[in-house]
């Protein structure tokens, strides 16, 4: 058994995030601990909130792809697909897209017939080089696309 006193209301969020490997780790060595169930419901809390990220986002990154418009997913899809090979691991906020700067405008316009709404003018992105959108789809979803770096970054709050 464990030893450990946890109190979860005074874990960070990055303690917290780290729960669904403690699972997985923990499971795979049988190590039986009451605090199992409790990692074990975080990690089917990441597991569920990833894929519906992942769901609600698929029809935005499916017409990039279908597109002229060049990405690089970056950060957390990446881990979570070609090394995690489990969306329960590592909790995403966001998914992120690089895109070129030459192609920012094709960008936002494919955020639009994808029915987000800008929430800062679209010229801002020309000025200061981001511009935020909003999506509803089950749950609201916010992006920001990035010029200079380019990076578009689709988040939920």
């Known amino acids: 058994m464990l030893k450990l006193t946890l109190d979860l209301d005074k874990l960070d969020i990055q303690s917290l995030n780290m729960f ?9 060595y049988k190590i ?22 992942f769901n609600y986002a698929s029809n935005t990154l499916r017409a990039f792809l279908d597109s002229d418009v060049h990405i690089i997913l970056l950060k957390g899809e990446v881990l979570t697909t070609l090394y995690y090979e489990d969306p ?3 909790l995403m906020g966001d998914i992120d897209i690089l895109v070129r700067p ?3 405008q094709t960008a936002v316009d494919i955020f639009l017939e994808q029915g987000w709404k800008p ?5 801002f992105l020309l000025e200061h080089g ?6 509803y789809s089950k749950f609201p979803i916010l992006s920001g696309l990035y010029t ?4 578009a970054s689709i988040k939920k709050f």
């Open 102 to 104: 030459e192609q920012a």
């Open 32 to 53: 039986e601990d009451p605090l199992l169930k409790i990692f074990k419901g975080f990690y089917r809390l990441t597991w569920a909130k990833n894929t519906l990220l």
């Open 130 to 135: 981001d511009l935020y959108f909003t999506h």
């Open 88 to 90: 329960g691991l590592q």
């Open 148 to 151: 200079g770096f380019a990076l």
């Open 20 to 28: 669904p490997l403690l699972y997985i780790n923990l499971h795979a």
């Open 119 to 123: 929430i800062t003018k679209i010229d």
